[in-house]
């Protein structure tokens, strides 16, 4: 949280040379309960330190929401955000930031950067099922091969409502459709510990592939939750095959399916395309979804966290 809370606190931006560096800023004021959004637009800055978000009103309490700095000059410049009360500056981060390239401030998550070849991990986006059950939960237009070397995908406190489980499918057309051939395209693995029994399986459908989920298809629980993370690399890259691998979680509630009250994946995996490695095309999106298709099911609960990873 970022806060001006009186009149002469500012959010500077201080850049290391010359160049081009803009900046967008959103933040919200609260006047005695009172809550109002503002934001402002600071383009081409070149050199020197700038107010980037200016003092609240008297009385009024600014919170800032997002702060964007992009470095759309021809060279690496050093961008220093700033925050002072009028007397007392202090510096909140510094990066240099190569040509094309941002630093991002979000409220509540903090600061990320988007710099290809430099290591870290960063929150892509975050999307939830809270009040209307959905199909699916797609990501599309936050994966970007150029910037990020691999990806992970979080689902947490996941449930359905009625009998199904959860499946993975891609696209290669930034989700204008979604590759469902289960002989040709696609192939999966795991091995699931249960509490009662270990099984392991593998086949060439992807509609089978069980993110670790509580459902079984002929046993529903209300009061169960999935706890899912999928891995994955090269999705942008034509000719490597796209596998993804799946760690996954139940914690079961009241029934007793054949599996017994847990299943934890602990070897899975999913690839896409089972063709020779020079025939897998690009991916740029992934869907999960519950299956099978045409089935009653739908995601009636969950969070889904999308991360980016830089490698060095």
Same mark, same amino acid.
């Given at each position: *949280?970022?806060?001006?809370?009186?009149?002469?606190?500012?959010?500077?931006?201080?850049?290391?040379?010359?160049?081009? =560096?803009?900046?967008?800023?959103?933040?919200?004021?609260?006047?005695?309960?009172?809550?109002?959004?503002?934001?402002?637009?600071?383009? +081409?800055?070149?050199?020197?330190?700038?107010?980037?978000?200016?003092?609240?009103?008297?009385?009024?309490?600014?919170?800032?929401?997002?702060?964007?700095?992009?470095?759309?000059?021809?060279?690496?410049?050093?961008?220093?955000?700033?925050?002072?009360?009028?007397?007392?500056?202090?510096?909140?981060?510094? =990066?240099?930031?190569?040509?094309?390239?941002?630093?991002?401030?979000?409220?509540?998550?903090?600061?990320?950067?988007? *710099?290809?070849?430099?290591?870290?991990?960063?929150?892509?986006?975050?999307?939830?099922?809270?009040?209307?059950?959905?199909?699916?939960?797609?990501?599309?237009?936050?994966?970007?091969?150029?910037?990020?070397?691999? /990806?992970?995908?979080?689902?947490?406190?996941?449930? =359905?409502?009625?009998?199904?489980?959860?499946?993975?499918?891609?696209?290669?057309?930034?989700?204008?459709?979604?590759?469902?051939?289960?002989?040709?395209?696609?192939?999966?693995?795991?091995?699931?510990?249960?509490?009662?029994?270990?099984?392991?399986?593998?086949?060439?459908?992807?509609?089978?592939?069980?993110?670790?989920?509580?459902?079984?298809?002929?046993? /529903?629980?209300?009061?169960?939750?999935? /706890?899912?993370?999928?891995?994955?690399?090269?999705? +942008?890259?034509?000719?490597?095959?796209?596998?993804?691998?799946?760690?996954?979680?139940?914690?079961?509630?009241?029934?007793?399916?054949?599996?017994?009250?847990?299943?934890?994946?602990?070897?899975?995996?999913?690839?896409?395309?089972?063709?020779?490695?020079?025939?897998?095309?690009?991916?740029? +999106?992934?869907?999960?979804?519950?299956?099978?298709?045409?089935?009653?099911?739908?995601?009636?609960?969950?969070?889904?966290?999308? /991360? +980016?990873?830089?490698?060095?």
């Amino acid at each position: *949280m970022l806060i001006l809370a009186s009149t002469t606190d500012l959010l500077q931006l201080q850049i290391g040379s010359p160049g081009t =560096i803009d900046v967008h800023a959103d933040w919200m004021d609260n006047v005695s309960g009172a809550v109002g959004p503002g934001r402002t637009n600071t383009a +081409g800055l070149t050199s020197g330190t700038t107010t980037i978000v200016p003092s609240p009103a008297s009385g009024a309490i600014r919170n800032i929401k997002t702060l964007h700095i992009y470095n759309r000059g021809t060279s690496s410049n050093v961008v220093t955000p700033i925050h002072t009360d009028g007397t007392t500056a202090v510096q909140l981060h510094s =990066i240099t930031l190569p040509p094309g390239s941002s630093l991002q401030y979000i409220d509540e998550v903090g600061w990320t950067n988007t *710099m290809p070849g430099v290591p870290g991990m960063s929150k892509l986006i975050t999307q939830k099922v809270i009040t209307t059950p959905v199909a699916t939960m797609d990501f599309t237009s936050e994966i970007n091969n150029a910037i990020y070397n691999e /990806y992970e995908l979080h689902i947490l406190g996941g449930q =359905i409502n009625a009998d199904g489980y959860l499946g993975l499918r891609v696209s290669e057309d930034g989700g204008t459709t979604w590759q469902a051939d289960p002989i040709n395209q696609y192939g999966h693995t795991y091995q699931a510990q249960t509490v009662s029994n270990t099984n392991s399986y593998s086949g060439g459908w992807a509609d089978n592939l069980w993110l670790g989920t509580n459902i079984e298809p002929t046993t /529903y629980d209300p009061n169960s939750i999935a /706890y899912v993370i999928i891995r994955t690399s090269m999705l +942008g890259k034509a000719g490597a095959r796209k596998q993804f691998i799946v760690d996954g979680m139940m914690q079961a509630g009241t029934s007793a399916s054949p599996q017994g009250p847990g299943r934890v994946v602990i070897g899975g995996t999913f690839w896409h395309d089972n063709a020779l490695p020079t025939a897998n095309p690009p991916v740029n +999106g992934i869907r999960i979804k519950t299956m099978p298709d045409g089935g009653a099911a739908l995601m009636s609960a969950g969070t889904f966290n999308l /991360y +980016g990873t830089r490698g060095s």
